[in-house]
Antibody
């Protein structure tokens, strides 16, 4: 059974960098049929996809955040990470990591972490 | 841009429930539905517009007609009260987009 677990600071000061890591168990981040994603959800609001990283290290980022977001993958630790620079209160949200499936039938998110609340506040 | 309707839906156990999303493109391969309960991560229900994810009850089904995608729950069960999101993969820029959600509440 694939499991994903987010970790990182729950409180970030404005203008600082928000950093999260997602540890993957029960599967490999190096598998070519998957891609690895960050998705966030402000309290009481909907879901926003931040971006994805492939095992090769190639990335797609949401254009709304592209200048501030960086994702990386560490196959030796079987984990992937998110960095979001210049954090503001608008970045306060629950951050989910999720596995994406890359099939002929489509692309979608089949396994999710439990979510990590990050608050941006001084 | 994904529009989803209704935003809220009050229903009773046993009801047939239909939620609709209008997408920007007809590519059903890139359309999915998720269920989210309070304090939990979303759960994949349907992918490629109509393929049921393994382990999801057969009362859930998805269909597509042009750019309109529909999630149907044939007979609402107590555990189905939740918020439902649709999702598409935009072709350019290549970005996943979620609908605003439909909250299904007890009537």
């Amino acid at each position: 059974q694939v499991q994903l677990q987010e970790s990182g600071p729950g409180l970030v000061k404005p203008s600082q960098t928000l950093s999260l890591t997602c540890a993957v168990s029960g599967g490999s981040v190096s598998s070519g049929t998957y891609f690895w994603n960050w998705i966030r959800q402000p309290a009481g609001k909907g879901l926003e996809w931040l971006g994805r990283i492939y095992p090769s290290g190639n990335t797609n980022y949401n254009p709304s955040l592209r200048s501030r977001v960086t994702m990386s993958v560490d196959s030796s630790k079987n984990q992937f990470s998110l960095k979001l620079t210049s954090a503001t209160a608008a970045d306060t949200a629950v951050y989910f990591c999720a596995r994406g499936q890359l099939l002929v039938q489509g692309e979608f998110f089949d396994y999710w972490g439990q979510g990590s609340l990050v608050t941006v506040s001084s | 841009q994904l529009t989803q309707s209704p935003s809220f839906l009050s229903a009773s156990v046993g009801d047939r429930v239909t939620i609709t999303c209008r997408a920007s493109q007809e590519l059903s391969s890139y359309f999915a539905w998720y269920q989210q309960k309070p304090g939990k991560a979303p759960k994949l229900l349907i992918y490629a517009a109509s393929t049921l994810q393994s382990g999801v009850p057969s009362r859930f089904s998805g269909s597509a007609s042009g750019t309109e995608f529909t999630l149907t729950i044939s007979s609402l069960q107590p555990e189905d009260f939740a918020t439902y999101y649709c999702q598409e993969l935009n072709s350019y820029p290549r970005t996943f987009i979620f609908g605003p959600g439909t909250k299904v509440d007890v009537k």
